[in-house]
């Protein structure tokens, strides 16, 4: 299994506050991912990085920011939680060459 | 529309069945992925192609470019086969960002 962790794995937070969700790999891999995941919508693509501090947006970017200050963090934030970010995060990598992408465990967020 | 759909959204099939899910696209692609989602959460590449045919041990998946149409097939099925398969398009370009389809729930019951 690709080294990829997420952390925390679970949270409950309170609407209004702020969260970070962080991605963790140790395989060197050049593009990191934060997709989402809810009934009815599959997955969809948060942000993404191709490299050490350089990141683009994906389909559902409004309410997150993202930082990757070093090849294997990749920060997913939340600036002020909102009911509808009630989600599963998920984190992936890929190798450029290959194109294949490997997923963290999962993060699952409740915000009430 | 989504640009990836995936059929049927659930199947349920008995132990020893061949099971087919179908995946349609439509927009050009680079690749396409097959994804399997266990009943815990976590995500496991299956498949990565853009032609042809791919086979790893009881799973088959196929692709037809011309059609954008994917078939992941899976013989002899068993009980942990139940999972959620996920076809994930790759657009090309810059990195390998991916569209996803909603997924299919297989139960297979012994």
């Known amino acids: 299994d690709a080294g990829i962790t997420q952390s925390p794995r679970h949270k409950v937070t309170e609407t209004g506050t702020p969260v970070t969700l962080r991605c963790h790999q140790t395989?060197?891999?050049?593009?990191m991912y934060w997709y989402r995941q809810d009934p009815g919508h599959g997955l969809r693509l948060i942000h993404y990085?191709?490299?050490?501090?350089?990141?683009d947006k994906g389909e559902v970017s409004d309410g997150y920011s993202v930082s990757r200050s070093k090849t294997e963090d990749f920060l997913l934030t939340l600036e002020s939680a909102t009911s509808s970010q009630t989600s599963v995060y998920f984190c992936?990598?890929?190798?450029?060459?290959?194109?294949?992408?490997?997923f963290g465990p999962g993060t699952r967020l409740t915000v009430t | 529309k989504n640009e990836v759909e995936q059929s049927p959204q659930n199947l349920t099939a008995q132990e020893g069945e061949f099971i087919t899910i179908n995946c349609s696209y439509s927009?050009?692609?680079?690749?396409l992925h097959w994804l399997q989602q266990h009943p815990g959460g976590g995500i496991v590449s299956l498949f990565m192609?853009?032609?042809g045919k791919k086979k790893h041990g009881r799973l088959i998946a196929t692709i037809n470019i011309q059609e954008k149409h994917s078939s992941l097939h899976i013989t002899a099925s068993h009980p942990r086969d139940s999972a959620v398969y996920i076809c994930?398009?790759?657009?090309?370009?810059?990195?390998?960002?991916?569209?996803f389809g909603e997924g299919t729930q297989l139960t297979v019951n012994p």
């Open positions: 992936a990598i890929s190798d450029r060459d290959t194109y294949e992408q490997y």
């Open positions: 395989e060197n891999h050049r593009y």
């Open positions: 990085s191709y490299g050490v501090k350089d990141t």
């Open positions: 927009v050009g692609i680079s690749a």
């Open positions: 192609l853009s032609s």
């Open positions: 994930a398009v790759a657009r090309g370009g810059s990195g390998s960002r991916l569209t």
